[in-house]
Structures are given as structure tokens and as C-alpha cells.
């Protein structure tokens, strides 16, 4: 009779953040190989992962703070690193070595910088928001407007469109707009609305999804600002009403 083998549930969410870790890896080798849609694709996996591991550890009641730093390094890979090397092959390769690469760190370091002061902020206090845009949702929308042209046009899209995008979205990372969290399920009006975009999403990326991904992200994006608007005069009240803090027992171990 064969033992069984017992996977502690521990070791659950880790798996989930290792294969984040893992698809980044592979979307920095496929980037510079000149393989860019299979990079972008390997980008959009890697966040699956990276939106699964922690509603894991808090399902099981795993979370440690050994978690939320590797769930930051793997989040500095996979959605700051491997961004950077997919707009560097994709954008400004033939420019000056050195203008090229400061362009291509731009959202490097604001991806860096986001996810530290998200550790620095981090409280026991859930919050059903991000403070700034989070650096999945920046992969994601560079990964999907590379395949959106890809699909369109035959091309990773026009650099004079790209590039002024990409400094929008490492702005809007190190900002203080307040972002939701796609995978926080509250109470009211509001989470109905997030669960009914979120089905209606998840249909149509099902028939279209090379053509749907890129609007949805960029909607996700305006909603930033669309927030902004209607908050205005908290914010003359309240400074940094928009600075939102990360909830550091919500992440894995």
C-alpha cells in the first residue's frame, strides 16, 4: 500500500506565487528572443497566479509576512522586469543603447517603488482599494495592448502611442489615485457592479479576447481618474485622501 502524500496547506499559496515567479522568468527569455506575443501571453498568466495567491492564504488562513515579500519579489519580476525587457525589444531597441534603457527603467523603478511603499504602508486593516495603480494591472495593460495590434495591425504597436502610454500607466503606479481591488468581494451596490463587469468580462475575453483585454484594462485605467473627479472635494478636505494602505496579513506563506 503506497503512503499518501499530504501537501500542507501552507505550502499552498506559495506554489501559486512560485508559478508567477516561474511565467515571468520564461516572459523575460521570450521578450528577448524576439518571441513578444508569447511574452505577453506568459505576462497575462503570471497574473492569474499572482490574483490567486492571496484570496488562497486567506482562505486558508495561511498568511505570514514571509509571503508578502515573496509575493513582491515575484511581482517585481514578472510584472516590473519582464515589462521593461518586453518595451525595450518591442519599442526603442534602435535608439542610443543608453536612452533606450532609461526608457525601458522607467516602469522598472516605479514598479519597484510602488511595491515597497506598499510593504512600507501595509496595516492589519483590510481595504477594499489599491493606493496607486497596482503593477499587475500596468503588465497587463502593456501585455494586452501589444496583442491587441499584434491582432490588428500585424505589429507591437506604434512606439508614439506606446511609449507616452507606458509613462501614463508608471505615473499612475507611484500616484496616489485610488485603484479597486478586483479580488475584494464586499458588501453593497458597489461589489454587485464589480461582480456583474467582472462576469460580463470574463465572457466576452472568452470569444474576444485578443480584441476585448486592451479596453477593459484602459477602462480600468480611466477609472482612476473617473474616481478622482468624483472625489474632488474630499480631496481638497483631506490632502491624501487617495493614499490607500495594503493589508500585509492579506498576503501568503
Given at each position: 500500500?503506497?503512503?499518501?502524500?499530504?501537501?500542507?496547506?501552507?505550502?499552498?499559496?506559495?506554489?501559486?506565487?512560485?508559478?508567477?515567479?516561474?511565467?515571468?522568468?520564461?516572459?523575460?527569455?521570450?521578450?528577448?528572443?524576439?518571441?513578444?506575443?508569447?511574452?505577453?501571453?506568459?505576462?497575462?498568466?503570471?497574473?492569474?497566479?499572482?490574483?490567486?495567491?492571496?484570496?488562497?492564504a486567506r482562505a486558508l488562513k495561511v498568511?505570514?509576512?514571509?509571503?508578502?515579500?515573496?509575493?513582491?519579489?515575484?511581482?517585481?519580476?514578472?510584472?516590473?522586469?519582464?515589462?521593461?525587457?518586453?518595451?525595450?525589444?518591442?519599442?526603442?531597441?534602435?535608439?542610443?543603447?543608453?536612452?533606450?534603457?532609461?526608457?525601458?527603467?522607467?516602469?522598472?523603478?516605479?514598479?519597484?517603488?510602488?511595491?515597497?511603499?506598499?510593504?512600507?504602508?501595509?496595516?492589519?486593516?483590510?481595504?477594499?482599494?489599491?493606493?496607486?495603480?497596482?503593477?499587475?494591472?500596468?503588465?497587463?495593460?502593456?501585455?494586452?495592448?501589444?496583442?491587441?495590434?499584434?491582432?490588428?495591425?500585424?505589429?507591437?504597436?506604434?512606439?508614439?502611442?506606446?511609449?507616452?502610454?507606458?509613462?501614463?500607466?508608471?505615473?499612475?503606479?507611484?500616484?496616489?489615485?485610488?485603484?479597486?481591488?478586483?479580488?475584494?468581494?464586499?458588501?453593497?451596490?458597489?461589489?454587485?457592479?464589480?461582480?456583474?463587469?467582472?462576469?460580463?468580462?470574463?465572457?466576452?475575453?472568452?470569444?474576444?479576447?485578443?480584441?476585448?483585454?486592451?479596453?477593459?484594462?484602459?477602462?480600468?485605467?480611466?477609472?482612476?481618474?473617473?474616481?478622482?473627479?468624483?472625489?474632488?472635494?474630499?480631496?481638497?478636505?483631506?490632502?491624501?485622501?487617495?493614499?490607500?494602505?495594503?493589508?500585509?496579513?492579506?498576503?501568503?506563506?
Amino acid at each position: 500500500m503506497k503512503p499518501k502524500v499530504r501537501v500542507k496547506k501552507q505550502a499552498v499559496p506559495g506554489v501559486l506565487t512560485f508559478v508567477n515567479l516561474f511565467f515571468g522568468f520564461l516572459a523575460i527569455v521570450q521578450a528577448s528572443q524576439g518571441r513578444i506575443e508569447n511574452a505577453c501571453w506568459l505576462i497575462l498568466a503570471a497574473s492569474l497566479f499572482d490574483a490567486m495567491d492571496g484570496p488562497t492564504a486567506r482562505a486558508l488562513k495561511v498568511t505570514t509576512p514571509f509571503g508578502v515579500e515573496f509575493d513582491s519579489i515575484a511581482d517585481v519580476v514578472s510584472f516590473c522586469t519582464a515589462p521593461a525587457v518586453l518595451i525595450y525589444f518591442s519599442f526603442v531597441q534602435d535608439l542610443h543603447p543608453l536612452l533606450a534603457a532609461a526608457i525601458s527603467f522607467v516602469p522598472l523603478i516605479s514598479g519597484a517603488f510602488r511595491l515597497a511603499r506598499f510593504n512600507q504602508v501595509a496595516t492589519g486593516t483590510p481595504s477594499p482599494f489599491y493606493s496607486g495603480l497596482p503593477s499587475t494591472a500596468f503588465a497587463v495593460t502593456l501585455s494586452a495592448f501589444v496583442i491587441f495590434n499584434s491582432r490588428l495591425l500585424g505589429t507591437t504597436g506604434d512606439p508614439r502611442i506606446a511609449l507616452p502610454l507606458v509613462l501614463l500607466l508608471s505615473m499612475l503606479m507611484v500616484s496616489h489615485l485610488a485603484y479597486p481591488k478586483l479580488t475584494y468581494i464586499g458588501k453593497g451596490w458597489h461589489s454587485r457592479i464589480k461582480v456583474i463587469f467582472f462576469l460580463l468580462s470574463l465572457a466576452a475575453l472568452t470569444w474576444w479576447r485578443s480584441l476585448v483585454l486592451f479596453p477593459l484594462t484602459m477602462m480600468y485605467v480611466i477609472g482612476g481618474f473617473i474616481r478622482l473627479l468624483f472625489n474632488h472635494e474630499d480631496m481638497e478636505a483631506n490632502p491624501r485622501p487617495m493614499w490607500i494602505t495594503r493589508n500585509r496579513k492579506g498576503r501568503h506563506g
